[in-house]
C-alpha cells in the first residue's frame, strides 16, 4: 500500500454475529409493525391485531419530552451493547401470548438500541481520514465548492465520499475507479476533475449515460471558470510579467537602435537579431523559466485536466524580438491561429478519457474485461446504489482480483430480492440481494417488502412527534375499505400514485382515485363515501400512532441489511479490513452509510 498508517481496527465476524443475533431476536417479535402494509391498515385491523394500548397512550410516549430525556444517552447505549446486553434485559416488550406490543417505552429503548450508531458498529469517518492519509495533506484545492454545479444534498454527499475515494485510492497506489450506478455522473465527474482520477462511470439507462456525458462537458466548462478563478494570483502574475516585459523589451530596443543611428559612421554596423537575442537572453528567457518554475506546482494535477496555461515561446518574447526567417514566414494572424489549434489539440489530449460513462446493466456475475477494455487494478465505488446494485457490488468487489477496494452507499431496500420471502415460488434465480451472510442464509431470514420499504423511514430523518403525513395515509386506508367493501376487490395491481396532492378534498381524492383504478366512480353516490370518511375519521390516531411506531422501529431494519453485508466482507478470507462508516449528515442525506473493504496487497 502506498500510505503507512494502520487502519481503525474494526469489529471482528464473531462479535458482529454476536450483535446480530441480539437484533433478531428483537425483530423477530417487532417485525410484525413493520411488515404492515398502511393501505389495509382499516381493512385488516392492523392496529387491533399488533397493539394492545390506546393510540392516545402511544402518541403520548412517544411525543413526551420527558420521554426523550429518560432515554438513555447515546454513550450509555454504545457501552451497554459492548457489555454484551441482549433483548432479555430489556422490560418486557410484547405479551407472550397475544405477541402485542405492551410497553412502547421498552419498544423506543430497544430500537434506539439496536440502531447502528448505538451498537457501535461504525468507523468514524474523520479518524479513517486520518489514517488513510497518514502525514500526507490533501494534495488539491480546499476551496472547490461543488455546490456551483449541483443541489446542496448532491453537493454534500459527492464532497465527502469523493475526499474518502481519493484517500483509499493513494492509499492504495490506484488510479483507476469504477462507478456503478453512475447516474447522472456526479461522483465520476468530481472525482476526475478535481482529483485527477481515470473514472468510469457505469449505468444502465441509456439516458443517464447520455445525459451524463453531456453533464460532464459542461461541468468541465463550469470548472475551468471556477480554476481560473481560484488560480488567478498565480496566472494573472505571470501574464503581467509578460506583458509589462513586452513593453520593457520595446522600450529598450527602439532605445537601443536610436543608440546605434546616433553614434559614428565608423560604428553604425546594423544590429543582427541574433546579437541582440544573446544579449536579450539574459533577461526574458531566465524570467521565463521564473514563471514556468512558479507554474510547475501546479503541474501534476492539471496534466490531465483541461485548463490553457501553456504558453509558446514566440508568445512570451517581445514583438521584435524575433528575426523574420524569410518572405516565406507564416504572417501572424495565421500563426495566432495555429497556436490556437496546437491549444486544442494538447487540451483535448490532456483531457481525453479521464471521465468515461458506459451503458451496461451490472450483475454478481458480470464481466467488466468485456466492458473496460484496460482494466487494471482499481476500486469500485457506488453513491446510492439501487436495491441489488448494492451487494452485486460487494459480490464483484470478491470475485474480481483487479478490484482491491470497494466502497458503497445502498439505497431502495425495497427493491432488493430476497431468497426466502417467496419459499414456494419457483425461480431460477442464484444470487440474491438479501441475506448475503452466512449466518442469515442459515436461519432462512426474511424480512418482506413492507418491512424493507419501512428501512427507508430512519429515525434520524424524520423527527418522532412529527411522524408521517397521516392525512395522505388516511386517505389511501379508508379508500381501500370502499373498493373492498363497494367493488368487492381485496387487491388491486394498479397503483394509485401521487392522487392526494391533486386532490382538493377526499370525496374528490376517491373519484380521482377510482377513475385511475378504472373502476365505475357513478356507481357511489357521494353520502356513501362521505359516511366511509366519518366513520374512520376518529380512528385516525390510530394511524398516526402505528406510523410512529415504524419510524422508531426503520433504524433496527437497516441495521440488519447493513449489518448483513458488512458480515458478508468478514467472512471473505482475502479482504484484509473491512468497516461500516457513516458518511453523510442523515439529515442532509436520507442513506448516509458507506460498507468500505480492501483486499491483501499482492
Known amino acids: 500500500m502506498a500510505a503507512s498508517g494502520s487502519l481503525p481496527v474494526t469489529q471482528d465476524l464473531s462479535t458482529l454475529r454476536a450483535k446480530l443475533q441480539g437484533l433478531l431476536r428483537f425483530l423477530t417479535e417487532a417485525l410484525s409493525i413493520s411488515s404492515a402494509h ?80 448505538n451498537l457501535g458498529i461504525c468507523t468514524p469517518f474523520e479518524q479513517l481520514l486520518v489514517a488513510l492519509r497518514g502525514n500526507q495533506k490533501q494534495r488539491t484545492d480546499e476551496n472547490v465548492k461543488p455546490d456551483e454545479f449541483m443541489n446542496l444534498k448532491k453537493s454534500h454527499e459527492v464532497q465527502a465520499m469523493s475526499e474518502l475515494i481519493s484517500s483509499i485510492a493513494d492509499y492504495c ?70 506583458k509589462e516585459r513586452k513593453v520593457q523589451d520595446e522600450i ?29 537572453s539574459g533577461s526574458v528567457i531566465s524570467n521565463i523559466r521564473k514563471q514556468m518554475e512558479n507554474l510547475h506546482v501546479y503541474s501534476h494535477r492539471e496534466e490531465n485536466l483541461c485548463f490553457e496555461n501553456a504558453f509558446s515561446l514566440r508568445d512570451l518574447l517581445a514583438i521584435n524580438a524575433i528575426e523574420p526567417a524569410s518572405s516565406s514566414h507564416i504572417p501572424k494572424r495565421k500563426m495566432s491561429e495555429a497556436n490556437k489549434e496546437r491549444r486544442k489539440m494538447t487540451s483535448k ?69 430476497e431468497e426466502f420471502e417467496n419459499p414456494h415460488k419457483e425461480g431460477t434465480q442464484e444470487k440474491w440481494g438479501f441475506p448475503m451472510c452466512h449466518y442469515l442464509k442459515e436461519e432462512r431470514w426474511c424480512c418482506g417488502r413492507n418491512a424493507r420499504m419501512s428501512a427507508c423511514l430512519a429515525l434520524e430523518r424524520v423527527a418522532v412527534g412529527q411522524g408521517l403525513p397521516t392525512e395522505s395515509l388516511f386517505y389511501r386506508a379508508v379508500l381501500q375499505d370502499i373498493i373492498k367493501d363497494c367493488y368487492g376487490i381485496t387487491k388491486c395491481d394498479r397503483h394509485v400514485g401521487k392522487i392526494y396532492s391533486k386532490s382538493s378534498s377526499f370525496l374528490d381524492y376517491v373519484r380521482k382515485s377510482l377513475k385511475k383504478l378504472g373502476l365505475d366512480e357513478s356507481k357511489l353516490p357521494e353520502k356513501i363515501i362521505m359516511d366511509y370518511y366519518e366513520k374512520y375519521k376518529p380512528r385516525m390516531n390510530e394511524l398516526e400512532a402505528f406510523n410512529m411506531l415504524k419510524v422508531v422501529l426503520a433504524p433496527c431494519i437497516e441495521t440488519l441489511i447493513l449489518l448483513d453485508r458488512l458480515c458478508y466482507l468478514k467472512e471473505q478470507d482475502d479482504i484484509v479490513w473491512s468497516a461500516l462508516v457513516k458518511l453523510f449528515d442523515p439529515v442532509k442525506s436520507p442513506r448516509c452509510y458507506a460498507i468500505i473493504a480492501l483486499k491483501k496487497q499482492q
Open 173 to 242: 497506489g490506484i488510479k483507476q475507479i469504477i462507478d456503478l450506478g453512475s447516474g447522472k455522473g456526479y461522483l465520476s465527474s468530481f472525482l476526475s476533475l478535481k482529483y485527477g482520477l481515470k473514472v468510469y462511470g457505469i449505468d444502465s439507462s441509456n439516458t443517464n449515460t447520455h445525459g451524463a456525458e453531456e453533464r460532464n462537458r459542461k461541468l468541465k466548462k463550469h470548472w475551468k471558470v471556477y480554476r481560473r478563478r481560484s488560480k488567478l494570483d498565480v496566472n494573472g502574475l505571470a501574464l503581467q510579467m509578460t
Open 252 to 280: 529598450k530596443f527602439k532605445a537601443n537602435i536610436e543608440g546605434v543611428c546616433n553614434s559614428s559612421t565608423a560604428n553604425q554596423e546594423k544590429m543582427s537579431t541574433s546579437d541582440f537575442l544573446q544579449d536579450f
Open 38 to 117: 398502511t393501505v389495509d391498515f382499516y381493512t385488516e385491523s392492523v392496529w387491533q391485531q399488533v397493539v394492545d394500548l390506546p393510540p392516545a397512550t402511544v402518541l403520548a410516549a412517544l411525543r413526551s419530552p420527558a420521554e426523550a430525556e429518560a432515554q438513555p444517552s447515546e454513550a450509555r447505549l454504545q457501552v451497554e451493547a459492548e457489555s454484551g446486553s441482549d433483548i432479555t434485559d430489556f422490560p418486557k416488550i410484547f405479551c407472550e401470548t397475544s405477541q402485542k406490543l405492551v410497553s412502547v417505552e421498552a419498544f423506543a429503548l430497544a430500537a434506539k438500541y439496536y440502531s447502528v450508531q
Open 349 to 417: 489530449s490532456n483531457e481525453s478519457n479521464i471521465y468515461s460513462p458506459l451503458t451496461s446493466f451490472i450483475t454478481a456475475d458480470s464481466e467488466l474485461h468485456d466492458i473496460i477494455k484496460d482494466l487494471e487494478d482499481c476500486l469500485m465505488v457506488g453513491l446510492h446504489t439501487c436495491g441489488d446494485l448494492a451487494p452485486n457490488t460487494l459480490r464483484i468487489f470478491t470475485s474480481k482480483s483487479e478490484i482491491k477496494g470497494v466502497c458503497s452507499v445502498g439505497c431502495c431496500y425495497h427493491l432488493l430480492s
